[in-house]
């Protein structure tokens, strides 16, 4: 299975009073998600199923991936990819759809960066997953315990933004 970790983009600040689950993506974030969405089509990264963190910012960044990567599907909100969810939450739930492909995760930190040294197997790698940057890690078998392999890693800066 190809498993595509996707950190949401650039979101407005917080403002007091208002739920940090409520943050969306500013301008700059869209169009930074869109550049490396772009070369993530590229190179060859086609979904079957997406799933995202219900959390507004991250299911805006959910949608410019559809479009960017011509995904017909229904994005899957799964609390196991909100910011306090754990990688062994996430592998559970990525193991419970073993006749997908491809799935792409969208969601946080620190969450993302940790989920990638998971999936490789080591939890003590240290990952820094700048916004709006994908990983792609490949894992052949779903047992209980990942030994993923690590094809490729997209940031803005990679995809063109300087």
Known sequence: MQIYILRHGIAEAGKPGHPDSERSLTSEGREKLRRVLKRARDGG???SLILSSPYRRVLETADEATAALDYRGKIVRTHALEPESSPYMVWDEIRSR?????????????LVSSLVAFLLGSPALLVEMKKAAVVR??????????????????????????
């Open 45 to 47: 990264c086609e979904p």
């Open 98 to 110: 073993p006749d997908e492909s491809a799935v792409l995760l969208c969601s946080h930190e620190p």
């Open 137 to 162: 890690v490949d894992c052949v078998r779903l047992k209980p315990d990942p030994d993923g392999i690590l094809k490729w890693m997209l940031t803005p800066a990679v995809a063109g933004d300087r």
